[in-house]
T-cell receptor, first 112, second 115 residues
Framework: NAGVTQTPKFQVLKTGQSMTLQCAQD?????MYWYRQDPGMGLRLIYY???????DKGEVPNGYNVSRLNKREFSLRLESAAPSQTSVYFC???????????FGQGTRLTVV | AQSVSQHNHHVILSEAASLELGCNYS??????LFWYVQYPGQHLQLLLK??????LVKGIKGFEAEFIKSKFSFNLRKPSVQWSDTAEYFC?????????????FGKGTKLSVKP
């Protein structure tokens, strides 16, 4: 049981480049989340999807877009990367009502 | 909107000392509460959770937390820490039931345990 799988694990981008972070879960969860983690800031919610076909903005959505491709997959896209988007990105999924979230291993993104 | 406040940024303890990490949340309704741990270089793992019932919740590795509704608090405790507990600890809150919406985290508390 793989749980939540994120790709890639590491990425270096130049300012202005675009990329998509992929996330897939095999637990049949409805809800999926994207967070960024920065030193001293904890985890900040970028976007979440409560169910297939729906997405909502979190605390820090600017500069990002998401796609809930199907129930398994939730991707995060940076259209024009900026150095301020250098961070560790975590995807998470969550099952039925009142259950905990499960996290992927993270993507360490550096924008130069 | 929900928010979570963790009181300590960095806590340094010697092995066998007792631990208490503070967590307060802001939300008017019924909540789910969580503590997650992140060991260096790893992803977040669940330590314990509270949904309803007994406000004293026991988790893995000897950790426990107490939900005090009147204080909007969910403090994490461990009677005797070990060097292997060195990690960052995150408190999180979400709305009870509903559409599984926002899951909001605090800024984390880094715990360093000296051998």
């Amino acid at each position: 049981n793989a749980g939540v799988t994120q790709t890639p694990k590491f990425q270096v981008l130049k300012t202005g480049q675009s990329m998509t972070l992929q996330c897939a879960q095999d637990m049949n969860h409805n809800s999926m989340y994207w967070y960024r983690q920065d030193p001293g800031m904890g985890l900040r919610l970028i976007y979440y999807s409560a169910s297939e076909g729906t997405t909502d903005k979190g605390e820090v959505p600017n500069g990002y877009n998401v796609s809930r491709l199907n129930k398994r997959e939730f991707s995060l896209r940076l259209e024009s990367a900026a150095p301020s988007q250098t961070s560790v990105y975590f995807c998470a999924s969550r099952g039925p009502l009142n259950t905990e979230a499960f996290f992927g291993q993270g993507t360490r993104l550096t924008v130069v | 909107a929900q928010s979570v406040s963790q009181h300590n940024h960095h806590v340094i303890l010697s092995e066998a000392a007792s631990l208490e990490l503070g967590c307060n949340y802001s939300y008017g309704g019924t909540v789910n509460l969580f503590w997650y741990v992140q060991y260096p270089g790893q992803h977040l793992q669940l330590l314990l959770k509270y949904f309803s019932g007994d406000p004293l919740v026991k988790g893995i590795k000897g950790f426990e937390a107490e939900f005090i509704k009147s204080k909007f608090s969910f403090n994490l405790r461990k009677p005797s820490v070990q060097w292997s507990d060195t990690a960052e600890y995150f408190c999180a809150v979400s709305r009870y039931g509903g559409s599984q919406g926002n899951l909001i985290f605090g800024k984390g508390t880094k715990l360093s345990v000296k051998p």
